[in-house]
């Protein structure tokens, strides 16, 4: 026999989720083990409730084999079914969503979330298997969630609860019903005990916190008290009420709680009660009310926390470093009193301005800039708090947004400061003052790690998701730990179509890919010093491999050095914060996100974020890269960030930076859609001088290049076969303004070579030719038209239509491009020499004769052709 069963005094979320229960078990008996709220009691008749339910006396406990437990764990409170919980082969099912406790009944199956009800655990299961509800069954469901999460109000309700709802809604879930079942007008008799709690109510501040307690007797009430704590609480406006109500020989406790200082649930058990954090009650038996009180502070002494504030944990006196101070002075003060950050101060010693850090300081004198001011180089994008700043906001600040050091500000005067050193220390304190930890609050804690299998799913081809599947399965093979990282899990997060994959191991990248290769019938391209490798697949699909490394400079602009490292260290050496993502691949954990720097923040809040102060100096591509990702996923430069791009200018970092690498970097942006706009954010930092002084980006600089723009969209619509590199047309329209010496020094500067080239020196040079005449002759032929353009490639061909500003020009140029450039004569040589014509040159020349003849629409049918080829040879035999 199975049996659904729950606690004695069951409620609205206790009856849902035994129904719940009955559609996993629907073999399964209900039964009440006891008595039911007042409540419920009154409203089943009208529930509808579409299975029969029994009474615990009724059941043969012998015939039990299968107990399932719900929304309750503590044997005290099922009735008489704790009997035979000790019983042998007794398999036990526990549904529950209260905080576990040391004297929990152990089932073989115990699923504990710490949700707003129970039965938002069983809903997401019958979700999740496709369970069909009815109507009646949705709408019980509904009451269970609404009940004990006060309509998805209380501050125990989750993202779960709403998404349980909103399931059950789907199923016709009957709202009208459920404000009607649970609509409770206040009895008389209520009343007057609700007006008894207003008047003993008495606020106490236990350890810093507030808290009202509130008590009286009463005789004979059999209702619910939680209806009478919630109705003092929205009277009252408290956030934290304990209402003792005694009652002949037993005083009951309810607690609602909405701080965190304060566990209800903790306080309850300390009592002989139980709850979660927010909601909690106890039954004090064989006391009287006064009793109950001594008894409920006491405990209350216990377990709260002192609500400490800034000036509780900081330190003082500070030591500070002037910002006149040379970057090399500030690395003596740092190794002098050993640490590894300081505020930095203006002359008066008082007015903090920024902060600097051993890590940046160091990293600052390896690239020779120790002369420089630590103004330069410091965090001026800092945090400050005030000595009554709350620890909780201090753990925002110090933890959320990955600052070293909290300067704590009085009226602009520095007076403490706060490190990470301080908040671990309190955090051990609370660790050992409070060993509990709910399941909400590790949720919290974790907040930065969640599952993307699901955004996997939807967003990935199904080919692409076997890839990364396959990845976790080889690197565990190994004993390796696999991630797929960067912009490919950014872009995803985005919803933007990115299939570059970069998988980081942690182990031996080129060891993996050479086993993943295997496996699956690719090539592997390695590459030892970097600790990298390509695989490349049968259809010439690539994966990029890498080994967890960290990089160093050895100085500005030059390649990184390479160095074996973690996870966190690998991605600490990324670009911007946004980039730093990474999802789990092993079989476990597949799906895993992990964020150790706030990517999910900043791509919440739209900002694109540089990792540390040298960044642009360690690699001053980066500065290009920034840009380009603000302009194409509209988000801002954050302004510690702008700051270190100017600085990065202003010190010139960008002429040791290796032309190819520049160039790299200014073809992504030119093959952006967002270009404009890009080009345009390079001018207002002042980069274009470091591709030559004379790009200046004025009005009709940027009118060719929208235009170039334009007419590479044009082209792309006429679906011709031949391709065409976009950046190419876009960078001659970038350049435009410069005349052939000063392309001459931007090709040197951008280590321009090989075809692209040919294409802006030679190409471009005469092209222009090629413009000026047709823009001087009003009548031109086909011929003519195909004779002057097609010697220069295409690219220039559509640089040439968007720098022209005469219609009759771009009439020319569009008709070569979209006609002209594809005739071509029916007849080819080996059909001349079938008819007698000799060989080169005459060949040759009777084809390009027949080809002008086509272009000028003279001939067109291969009769045509064939004809003027016989009256040729007819002339030449006379």
Known sequence: MEIITSHTNADFDTIASMLAAKKLYPDAIIVFPGSLEKGLKDSFDKLSFPYPVKKAKDIDLDKVERLIIVDIKQPGRIGRFEDIIGKPDLDIHIYDHHPPTPDDIKGSLNLTQQYGSTTTILTSIIKGR?????????????????????????????????????????????????????????????????????????????????????????????????????????????????????????????????????????????????????????????????????????????????????????????????????????????????????????????????????????????????????????????????????????????????????????????RGVITRTDLLRLYHEEVVESPYRGVEEREEHLKRHRNVKKTMKERLPGWVLDILTDAGSVAESLDFKAYVVGGFVRDMILRYENLDIDIVIEGDGIEFAKKFAARKSCRVKSHERFGTAVIVFPDGFKVDVATARLEYYERPGALPTVELSSLKLDLFRRDFTINTLAVELDTKRFGELIDFFGAQKDIKEKTVRVLHNLSFIEDPTRVFRAIRFSERYGFKIAEHTKKLIKNAVRIEVFKNLAGERMLDELVSILEEETVIDALKRLKDFGLLRFIHPKITLDRKGLAVIDKASGVLSWYRLLY???????????????????????????????????????????????????????????????????????????????????????????????????????????????????????????????????????????????????????????????
């Open 130 to 414: 496709g369970i069909t509800l009815t109507s009646d069954e949705a709408t019980i469901l509904m009451l269970g969630i609404y009940e004990d999460t006060g309509s998805l109000s209380y501050p125990s309700t989750t993202t779960k609860d709403y998404e349980a709802a909103a399931f059950l809604l789907s199923c016709n879930a009957d709202l009208n019903r459920v404000a009607d079942l649970l609509k409770r007008e206040l009895s008389p008799k209520e009343v007057s005990i609700l007006n008894d709690l207003i008047q003993s109510s008495i606020n106490y501040n236990i350890c810093g916190v507030d808290i009202l307690i509130a008590e009286t007797s009463v005789e004979g009430y059999t209702g619910e008290i939680a209806i009478l704590a919630h109705k003092l609480i929205e009277i009252e406006g408290v956030d934290c009420l304990f209402a003792l109500l005694g009652m002949e020989d037993r005083v009951h406790l309810v607690v609602r709680n909405r701080l965190k200082e304060v566990n209800a649930g903790e306080v309850a058990r300390g009592l002989g009660g139980g709850g979660h954090p927010t909601a909690a009650s106890a039954t004090l038996k064989g006391v009287t009310l006064i009793q109950a009180k001594e008894k409920l502070l006491e405990v209350l002494n216990r377990h709260i926390s002192p609500k400490k504030v800034a000036k509780d944990i900081m330190s003082t006196p500070v030591i500070t470093v002037n910002s006149s101070t040379t970057i090399a002075g500030t690395k003596e003060i740092l190794i002098r009193y050993n640490i590894n950050a300081l505020p930095v101060v203006k002359e008066d010693g008082k007015r903090c301005v920024g902060v600097a850090t051993r890590q940046i300081i160091e990293k600052a004198i390896h690239h020779d800039l120790g002369n420089l001011l630590v103004e330069e180089y410091m965090s001026s994008d800092f945090d400050t708090v005030e000595p009554e700043t709350s620890v909780d906001n201090i753990r925002g600040k110090l933890i959320g947004h990955g600052q070293r050091l909290l300067p704590v500000v009085y009226k602009e005067e520095i």
């Open 720 to 878: 011709k076969e031949r391709s065409v590199e976009g950046w190419m047309v876009l960078l001659l329209a970038f350049t435009d303004p410069l005349n052939h010496t000063e392309l001459i020094d931007v090709s040197r500067r951008l280590a321009i070579a090989g075809r692209l080239q040919t294409i802006v020196m030679t190409a471009r040079s005469e092209g222009l030719k090629a413009l000026k005449n047709i823009s001087e002759r009003k009548a031109i032929k086909n011929s003519e038209i195909y004779r002057l353009l097609k010697p220069i490639p295409l690219e220039v061909q559509l640089y040439l239509i968007a720098r022209t500003n005469l219609d009759h020009a771009k009439k020319v140029l569009s008709l070569y491009i979209s006609n002209l450039s594809g005739v071509k004569t029916i007849l080819n040589g080996n059909d001349l020499k079938k008819m007698g014509v000799p060989e080169a040159p005459i060949c040759g020349e009777i084809l390009g004769i027949l080809l002008d003849m086509r272009l000028n629409n003279e001939i067109k049918t291969k009769e045509e052709e064939l004809a003027f080829v016989k009256e040729i040879l007819k002339t030449r035999s006379n």
